[in-house]
């Protein structure tokens, strides 16, 4: 009954509702206070509201996570006290957060140093707006959804220059002028090898490319474009950790040099929305790198459970593990120096990925796939 | 396009500058073009407290310079002190003392070991480092009952003899250590991002290393076998095997590279003292000087005094401590205090050599090569 090919998570909910014959007495009730519209608007913000709440939890989920990944291979127990095997701790961290003071320095740009985390936070969650989570778990199925995402992850670099400009402290200057020049260096790359993959889907819609992955190679490995372009998996990789800021690509922050780069000026809420934008931010590239290469929400299916379920599943599954790939690499390497990076950018990945887009243009000339 | 350079001000309260250290950088965006090192936050006037002591009463503040390693201190200034005074010291004494400074050597080794890997970058190694030197610390707790500041090693011998246990204990640790000290270099050697980072980096040629009076590991990896363990042997080290280890390229790596075979070194030092031990005391039989206006003998010591008072004089006596050359000057003018003491440590000397290894280079330049030099700010102030 759920199975309307090209659904949205709109159109989901309007078929939830209409099978427990619910939609038609709300449509009436509407109808005959003549705010049809309204309807629409109520069941896009619930949508909205799931989506909040569901990055919300996992960013708390992924705080734990990386604690107890990193205390993993430290030989150590990471938090424990606070609640089951310390997996309250996030929710201390909040309320501890939000008791602190809100220290706006003296000769920082009030309202540009209070808008920063705010712009951060909201590209972050932007970019989960076409990311689908499984059979017909998408916002909006955007035709030009890779496009939209890569332009989407543009902007925080921006609101990091904003952030590091406005505190009007050093470190932080030069944090933010690394972000935009790690960034500028990271995108090309991160686009040309998702540009491969948009050559063998002929799509931009992240529905397409997904969909383009079901079935199997030479009857055995899945289609995956991780087993058809194996390199451009890496070089998305590489970049995406680049885009995310982390170790070893972590010079927005790098504690070390710069204290705390762009956000060592903030405090409280507003540094929470710095972590928050981080973590989702994390989830968000992950789900993008298992969408791209991973075949995203495919995998077998299982009897008579819904489908949508079991593909949230797997969706689950496999970006968990390259983000648990993601903590792992931070707590193994050192990081790499900042000319270093820009060096292996356009010295080395942009020729690859060039090379890359070649390789795919090839196989879709040769009809491989 | 006019640009402007940028006079960055880095410390005293930085993550990286393992204390209170601050650096004066002019900056080039992220090259640095100037570096002034700028010190003294950390000056506690320990020299002029030495001559408001007795001589015995000073023994625990020589811990509070190098805490990482404070056995090296305590003996620096113990050797100056029996020199001065012409005390002798029992064989088991020197035994156990060379055993504590290379177990602390080791000890200090593997702080240096994590907070480099963490200027670098890598949260990992010193979480690898603190457990290894936890069990170093349990032996020294063992001995004297403290894990940093132990006020162990005294005139005339250590405060107590060897505890029941200890020596199968050691023998423990220095089987797990040598598994250890191979999987660092396994774990951190091969990495290209580390290698990266460490090779040509804060290049200092031998010749200005000497000119600088730069010592120990940091002066080996300019490729000088400048040890004092070697050149002006004291306590049993004539005696003992070992390797002066260096390595003649004078970058970070080599740095690095110069204190993990040292570790190597340390370990092979402490088997064979474990393995001969000789009987006897741990302190000198002998009585010396007791001062007449108390004459109350010692009783952890029961016939070592705790007032004494060597012929006016003056000796200088210096050690090869984990971090180099540490010396104390000491000045007797015949009464129960010293007259003066001067202290020479090796962090301080070390460390004003850093600006002309790293200018022209970034900040994660400094981070890395002022890791290698591996200063404690306690031994640079003073």
Known sequence: ?369 | METEQLLLNMGPVHPSTHGVLRFKLRMDGEIIRDCQVVMGYLHRGTEKLGEMKTYLQFVPYTDRLDYIAAMPNNYAYVKAVEELAGIEVPERAEFIRVLCMELNRVVNHLVFLGSLLLDLGASTPIMYGFREREKALQLFEMLCGARMTFNYIKPGGVREDLPEGFIPKLNEFMKDMEKRVDDYEQLINGNEIFLLRMKNIGVISAEEAVNYGMTGPSLRGSGVKYDIRRLEPYSIYPDLDFKVCSYPEGDSYARYMVRIDEMRESLHILRQVADNMPPGKAATTQRYGIAPETGIPSSVMSYFPRIFTPPPGEVYSRIEAPKGELGFYVVSDGTTKPYRIKIRSPSFCNLVAIPSMIVGLKIPDLIAAFGTIDVVLGDVDR
């Open chain 1, 1 to 369: 009954m759920w199975t309307g090919d090209g659904m949205n998570a709109y159109e989901l909910i309007v078929s939830i509702l209409y099978s427990i014959d619910v939609y038609d007495l709300l449509l009436d009730a509407f109808r005959s206070a003549g705010m049809e519209y309204a309807l629409r608007v109520i069941i896009v913000l619930v949508e909205l509201a799931v989506l909040f709440g569901f990055v919300l939890i996992t960013v708390m989920f992924l705080t734990w996570m990386e604690r107890k990944v990193v205390a993993m291979v430290q030989s150590r127990y990471g938090p424990m006290v606070t609640g089951p095997r310390g997996l309250l701790q996030p929710v201390m961290d909040g309320i501890k957060l939000i008791g602190k003071e809100d220290i706006i320095p003296a000769g920082a740009d009030r309202w540009i140093f209070t808008l920063a985390p705010f712009v951060v936070f909201v590209a972050a969650l932007l970019v989960f707006i076409p990311l689908p989570f499984g059979y017909s778990l998408i916002i909006s199925d955007l035709k030009v959804g890779l496009l939209y995402i890569i332009a989407i992850s543009a902007v925080s670099p921006v609101a990091i220059l904003l952030a590091g400009w406005a505190s009007n402290n050093k470190y932080s200057l030069m944090g933010a002028m690394r972000a935009v020049a790690q960034d500028i260096s990271y995108t090309i790359p991160l686009a040309l090898a998702a540009i491969a993959v948009v050559v063998f889907t002929g799509s931009l819609s992240t529905v397409d490319i997904v969909n383009a992955q079901s079935g199997t190679l030479f009857g055995i490995i899945p289609k995956w474009f991780i087993f058809i372009t194996p390199l451009g998996f890496i070089l998305f990789l590489i970049a995406s950790i680049a885009e995310m800021g982390r170790i070893p690509f972590d010079f927005q922050e790098s504690e070390q040099e710069l204290v705390a780069g762009f956000f060592t000026e903030y405090s409280g809420m507003k540094f929470a929305m710095f972590f928050l934008a981080e973590y989702a931010h994390l989830f968000a590239v992950s789900g993008i790198v298992v969408t791209l290469f991973f075949g995203g929400w495919t995998g077998p299916v299982l009897g008579n459970i819904p489908v949508q379920i079991t593909s949230l599943i797997y969706f689950l599954i496999k970006t968990y593990a390259v983000i648990f790939f993601a903590m792992w690499l931070r707590d193994t390497v050192p990081r790499v120096r900042i000319d270093q990076l820009l060096n292996l950018g356009w010295k080395i990945m942009v020729p690859l990925a060039l090379l890359n887009l070649l390789f795919a243009g090839f196989v879709v000339t040769a009809g491989v796939i």
